[in-house]
């Protein structure tokens, strides 16, 4: 048998994917339906499984098979479904093995203590009380970054985990990039506030009629429901069973029907990508998205770049209409387009615009950094946040709670994730300017609020993948560059230029 082995190994793997796939259920499960008192035994149940996975992945058992199959598969051509295979679980491998198990307890008693810290210490604005658990995270990022290893910086070792492949000296010369070009902007249409009213987005929107309305946008952008759920929560979040299973989740405001669904477009692009890799990968462990700013590519393409564009409205706002007859009575679809793309620089990240966002987001790689290599010490690190946001954004916030304590990416340690959100965008951009250009009838489907081509080119050219291929090949492959800057400063300066009626911006 050639592929006695790999068959084996895969087998194995598949297994491991199934208790993973029975975690995230009961994760879903906690989130969604669960009742108050049974989270105990629910968490109780969850660690259960992933110490039953984390066993099974990391005993000698399967480092010998892994071993006999990379042996067998030799040959393999590089971009084959058994090469691709290996290499990802030989990478997995390796790196667990970095981690002693007395690490691994530690790092968890230390962002949980910190988590929980940061829950209480953001409500109370007490940076003060969370400043000892930041300094812990911040040692355990760097002792992690140490166990890693790294070749020029720090940074890279934790960066790697979230963005395989992606050096920080790349990330800062792009970010550096979109700052230099998206600051005059920024500027320029603070001077022209006023120009656009979104009073329109603040009344009182029915949550039966919103629910319908997920439904119909979600459906509208190719989610597909045969395989797929939409839940409730009040952090949306998508999950993965598998292709055939995706769900997605949102949350409703009453009073502000454009955050629910902007939501849902926002998870059915994370689960399009997940349903659409190829059925060959599905269970095995490059059947899942290949980092978190290829994840987030997805999500914000479909959110902004399509949901947030005229030509979706021009075909879908008579929908809307029917879902708020009175809400949007006498509303053109020119207003309601400009509403749905007010920029205003905003103290809190998630909720920022399109434009500002990012800002939201160099700020925080920087000041990540800046502690990891101990150029910035924690008990700094509010009054650097403030002259950060002053220098980007011309804002301040007047408490921690509005500022340094928002969210809880540094108590989970999670220092290199941040920068993942805007390489998301970055990665949109560009995704559908090669698409626009390998596909002319993108333009025109979309202009009629079609994304049935887009979709496909999706598929073809990131879905099907699933993990074959780290991020920067990935983006090599679909759109024969390397990242850049470019295809998302154009969008912006062209969308928001026509928007805010600016010419000759930066
Ligand atoms: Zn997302």
New binding site residues.
């Given amino acids: 048998m050639l592929n006695a082995h790999y068959e084996t190994l895969l087998e194995k793997l598949k297994t491991i994917t199934d208790v993973e796939k029975a975690l995230a259920v009961l994760d879903w499960d906690r989130e969604t339906n669960m009742p108050e008192q049974g989270i105990a035994g629910r968490t109780r149940q969850i660690s259960t499984l992933s110490e039953i996975a984390h066993r099974m992945f990391t005993g000698n058992e399967l480092g010998d098979l892994l071993a006999a199959a990379e042996n067998e598969q030799q040959d393999a051509p590089y971009d084959s479904d058994e090469a691709s295979m290996l290499r990802n679980v030989r990478r997995d491998y390796d790196e667990q093995a970095l981690f002693t198990p007395e690490f691994v307890r530690r790092r968890s008693e230390i962002t949980g203590a910190a988590g929980a810290a940061w829950a209480a210490c953001r409500q109370k604005n007490d940076f003060a009380g969370f400043r000892p658990h930041l300094e812990a995270a911040v040692a355990l990022a760097q002792e992690t970054a140490e166990i890693y290893g790294y070749t020029d910086e720090k940074y890279d070792a934790l960066l790697d985990k979230y963005e395989r492949g992606m050096k920080t000296a790349d990330v800062r010369r792009i970010f550096d990039e979109v700052k230099t070009q998206t600051v005059p902007l920024i500027q320029a249409i603070a001077e022209h506030q006023g120009a656009i009213d979104d009073s329109v987005l603040a009344q009182d929107f029915p949550v039966a009629a919103q629910r319908a309305m997920c439904h119909y946008a979600a459906q509208s952008l190719g989610y597909d429901f045969s395989r797929g759920h939409l839940g409730e929560v009040h952090h949306p979040f998508s999950t993965s069973f598998g292709r055939n299973d995706v769900r997605i989740t949102t949350r409703f405001a009453p009073e502000y029907a454009v955050s629910s669904l902007f939501a849902t477009m ?2 059915a692009g ?1 689960a399009m990508y997940e349903q659409g890799i190829a059925e060959a990968l599905d269970g095995t462990p490059v059947g899942k998205g290949t980092s978190s700013g290829i ?2 590519s997805q ?1 914000r393409l479909f959110e902004n770049q399509v949901g947030r564009s005229l030509g979706y409205w021009q075909a879908h706002f008579e929908e809307l209409q029917r879902h708020f007859p009175s809400q949007l009575q006498g509303v053109s679809v020119e207003q309601f387009y400009r509403a749905i793309n007010k920029v205003q620089p905003s103290l809190i990240r998630v909720e920022a615009d399109e434009l500002t966002y990012n800002m939201h987001i160099i700020l925080r790689f920087e000041l990540e950094q800046a502690l990891i290599n101990s150029d910035l010490k924690v008990a700094d690190l509010p009054a650097a946040w403030r002259e950060k946001m002053q220098q980007l954004l011309g804002v301040m916030p007047e408490t921690d709670s509005k500022g340094v304590l928002q969210d809880i990416h540094w108590s989970m340690a999670a220092f290199g994730y941040f920068p993942t959100y805007t390489l ?1 965008n970055l990665y949109a951009a560009q995704f559908m300017a090669a698409a626009r250009q390998q596909d002319a009838r993108i333009e025109s489907d979309l202009a009629r609020g079609d994304t049935g081509t887009l979709l496909a080119w999706l598929r073809d050219n990131i879905h099907r993948h699933g993990s074959k291929f780290d991020a920067p090949e990935l983006c090599q492959r679909a759109t024969g560059e390397t990242l850049s800057a470019e295809p998302f400063v154009h969008y912006v300066r062209q969308k928001f230029g026509a928007l805010y009626g600016l010419h000759n911006v930066g």
């Fill in positions: 926002h998870e994370h994840h987030e999500s998301g």
